[in-house]
């Protein structure tokens, strides 16, 4: 359903979204049964990108594929100097800025919200999201995003393994 880049990272990889947030755990672009699997759009999320919390998710390989590098935002100097997520969809290419990484403790709920009662409600999730990953470290956050009910947001989480059953959520909000 489209494309998906990191600059200076290895992430440069198709994007596909199933039925359930399962299959694609464990196979591939094709649909072969592959232990890397492939980078998914949550199921719940409008295949357009035009949701307000668009959710990827993708594993973070040992071996650098995948959303491996995606870890490198755990260090301060790579956030502030890679900040921009390229995507495309049905020929639209859009940008997404970073605005926060941080790690997701078990039974957190933070980055995975797709669906909104209205705008308003969208905001103050965004923007407690980004209050609670200010909390917890490794996180990195820019002191001057404010999310704004007109806004969309695009969340990148793979595994991460400073706790049992965490991740690690990368958002980034839609320049272009």
Same mark, same amino acid.
């Given at each position: 359903?489209?494309?998906?880049?990191?600059?200076?990272?290895?992430?440069?990889?198709? +994007?596909?979204?199933?039925?359930?947030? *399962? &299959?694609?755990?464990?196979? =591939? %672009?094709? /649909?072969?049964? @592959? +232990?890397?699997?492939?980078?998914?759009? *949550? &199921?719940?999320?409008?295949? =357009? %990108?035009? /949701?307000?919390? @668009?959710?990827?998710?993708?594993?973070?390989?040992?071996?650098?594929?995948?959303?491996?590098?995606?870890?490198?935002?755990?260090?301060?100097?790579?956030?502030?100097?890679?900040?921009?997520?390229?995507?495309?969809?049905?020929?639209?290419?859009?940008?997404?800025?970073?605005?926060?990484?941080?790690?997701?403790?078990?039974?957190?709920?933070?980055?995975?919200s797709t669906a909104f009662t209205d705008d308003q409600h969208f905001a103050d999730v965004m923007?407690?999201?980004?209050?609670?990953?200010?909390?917890?470290?490794?996180?990195?956050?820019?002191?001057?995003?404010?999310?704004?009910?007109?806004?969309?947001?695009?969340?990148?989480?793979?595994?991460?393994?400073?706790?049992?059953?965490?991740?690690?959520?990368?958002?980034?909000?839609?320049?272009?």
């Amino acid at each position: 359903i489209g494309w998906i880049r990191v600059p200076d990272t290895n992430i440069d990889y198709p +994007i596909v979204q199933g039925e359930d947030n *399962d &299959f694609y755990l464990n196979h =591939d %672009f094709y /649909g072969k049964e @592959n +232990i890397a699997g492939t980078i998914y759009l *949550d &199921f719940e999320s409008q295949g =357009d %990108f035009v /949701g307000r919390n @668009n959710v990827l998710y993708g594993h973070n390989m040992k071996n650098g594929t995948m959303f491996h590098d995606l870890m490198n935002y755990k260090q301060k100097s790579f956030f502030d100097e890679h900040r921009i997520i390229d995507l495309l969809w049905d020929g639209v290419e859009t940008q997404w800025e970073i605005f926060v990484a941080y790690i997701i403790k078990p039974n957190t709920i933070y980055h995975i919200s797709t669906a909104f009662t209205d705008d308003q409600h969208f905001a103050d999730v965004m923007n407690q999201t980004i209050e609670y990953a200010k909390t917890v470290k490794p996180s990195n956050a820019d002191p001057d995003v404010t999310i704004k009910p007109s806004d969309q947001v695009l969340t990148l989480s793979p595994c991460t393994y400073e706790y049992d059953d965490s991740f690690f959520a990368v958002m980034a909000r839609r320049i272009k």
